[in-house]
């Protein structure tokens, strides 16, 4: 399966699904990868791992709609069967979506539905939960609301403070989002209502 991984950040993730598709057995591979930002480190990963990528910045665009427009076109040039996004800090359009029905996956560092939105770990630490975790699942028009595909719990310490606990998270999530993406991409993905199965 060919997969397309937008990312806004130091691509972590996008390092764990890179080194997954190296292995035939994967059955999927990063065929491209899209940044908002021209100076993300995601971008820097994918060079180095001979895989196309390219940057939409907002800066090059008139105006919302036509970044949107301009994102969905450097997507769509790649011809992905499922489009992973792995710390891409936007929200796509509707008309994204519809470009790639029920194909677009996301992972969150909070176990949704708690916890959406840009600060899920800053929010977790501050309510004073004892579990948090990661959830993978499909995007549909809301922010972290679309149906769940995967979760993994992760503890939260005492002393913990955002950034540790968050990069405890990274590294539950980095796996869940491989093991994820590869079972999907070799079993497909049912999705009735609300409920996300697997195979
Ligand atoms: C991940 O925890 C992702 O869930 C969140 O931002 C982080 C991105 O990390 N939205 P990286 O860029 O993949 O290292």
């Excluded at 021209?38 to 907002?58: F, K, M, W």
């Excluded at 630490?125 to 595909?149: E, F, N, R, S």
Aim: contains cysteine; proline residues 5%.
């Amino acid at each position: 399966a060919r997969l397309v991984v937008l990312a806004s950040g130091g691509g972590s993730n996008l390092a764990a699904l890179l080194a997954a598709h190296e292995d035939e057995a994967y059955g999927a591979r990063v065929v491209g990868v899209v940044s908002d930002r021209p100076d993300a480190g995601a971008l820097d990963l994918a060079r180095d791992a001979g895989v196309t990528s390219v940057a939409v910045s907002p800066a090059d665009f008139a105006d919302r709609a036509a970044w949107d427009q301009g994102i969905t076109e450097a997507v769509e040039v790649f011809r992905p069967d499922w489009v992973v996004l792995a710390g891409f800090m936007r929200i796509l359009s509707p008309d994204f979506l519809a470009r790639f029905p029920g194909r677009v996956v996301n992972t969150h560092p909070a176990l949704l539905p708690a916890f959406p939105g840009a600060h899920g770990v800053r929010d977790a630490l501050a309510y004073g939960v004892k579990m948090t975790g990661c959830t993978v699942h499909v995007v549909d028009d809301g922010v972290d609301t679309g149906p769940i595909i995967a979760q993994a719990a992760v503890p939260v310490l005492d002393d913990d403070e955002e950034s540790a606990l968050h990069e405890r998270i990274k590294v539950a999530e980095r796996s869940l989002l491989v093991e994820t993406v590869g079972r999907v991409a070799r079993e497909g993905l049912r999705v009735e209502g609300r409920r996300a199965a697997i195979g």
